[in-house]
């Protein structure tokens, strides 16, 4: 219980992403660590140890896990027999997560793809995530995305309809669920999938947060599908974070004079990703993977 308490003060502190972090983590241990910040063992401007020691003296490691609790959320930790392995492929490993739903779901996403892309899609868009959706849950992989408008929302939905298994990595905690207008949808995936966020239940959504929950997204999938993106997007980032990693990349294309298929040409001309035109064809590059 010692190791979920500190691990549940640093994750309260730190910002999630932080390389520095996750290493000094790894190499002494969360306890350790913990009580050399409460100490002043870290003060240089690089880790900002004071700042991190000024939230961890606000509360303490019980208020913590209560308020995770009072949420409908359970605290997910490294130590944890269910800890998802993938994760430990990222240069940031999260100190810890927080999940919503049920926790045997966290076995599905052994077999799952991320599907992906832009907030504004065409109907071709949304038609094609919500089919790819619905393709996975009848092939029995689950669906990851990230619970946005558009094409996230298309694909969880699609998976729901197809009564599979979807998971939604937020950029916002449990009570401050972003965007607003899902609210609904969380509430479906959480009674038949799983929330999952690396903040606090009442962190709010900001852009950087995004970014760093894209590397969530792509390593807990063992693979990544764009289906539109222009060409400069989050999606783009959730793929090249799948790339480093060595997880397959695979794009949707689209019209050539389509702005919203921008991103997902840009990936198949650099050799990033994988052209795939349906589900199948998805299934024939991921499904090798779980053959050991």
């Known amino acids: 219980m010692s190791i979920e308490i500190a691990r549940a003060q640093l994750f309260a502190a730190i910002e999630g992403g932080s390389v520095f972090w996750s290493e000094e983590i790894a190499k002494f241990g969360a306890i350790e660590v913990r009580d050399r910040i409460i100490a002043g063992g870290y003060n240089s401007e690089r880790d900002s140890g004071a700042r991190i020691a000024d939230r961890m003296a606000s ?173 400069r997007s989050g999606s783009l980032r959730t793929a090249r974070d799948a790339a480093e990693i060595f997880r397959p990349v695979m794009a949707v294309p689209g019209p050539i004079n389509s702005p919203a298929s921008e991103g997902c040409h840009r990936l198949i001309s650099e050799r990033v990703a994988e052209l795939v035109s349906s589900i199948s064809e998805v299934m024939e590059l991921v499904r090798p993977l779980t053959i050991q």
């Open 59 to 231: 509360t303490v490691g019980p208020q913590i896990i209560e308020e995770i609790e009072l949420a409908g959320a359970f605290l997910l930790t490294p130590e944890d027999i269910d800890w998802p392995k993938s994760l430990e492929d990222l240069a940031a490993p999260p100190i810890a997560l927080l999940a919503k739903g049920e926790r045997e779901y966290l076995a599905s996403m052994v077999e799952s793809i991320a599907i992906v892309g832009t907030r504004n899609p065409t109907q071709y868009g949304s038609r094609i995530a919500g089919d790819f959706g619905v393709g996975a849950a009848d092939f029995e992989w689950a669906v990851i995305s990230g619970g946005a408008i558009g094409i996230d929302g298309a694909a969880h939905r699609g998976c729901l309809v197809g009564e599979g298994i979807t998971v939604a990595v937020l950029a916002s905690g449990f009570n401050r669920n972003y965007p607003a207008s899902h609210e609904k949808l969380f509430t479906e995936i959480s009674e038949s999938g799983l929330l999952i966020s690396e903040v606090m239940p009442d962190v709010h959504a900001v852009p950087h947060r995004f970014l760093t929950r894209n590397r969530l997204i792509a390593s807990l999938s063992k693979a990544t599908v764009v289906v539109e993106a222009a060409f």
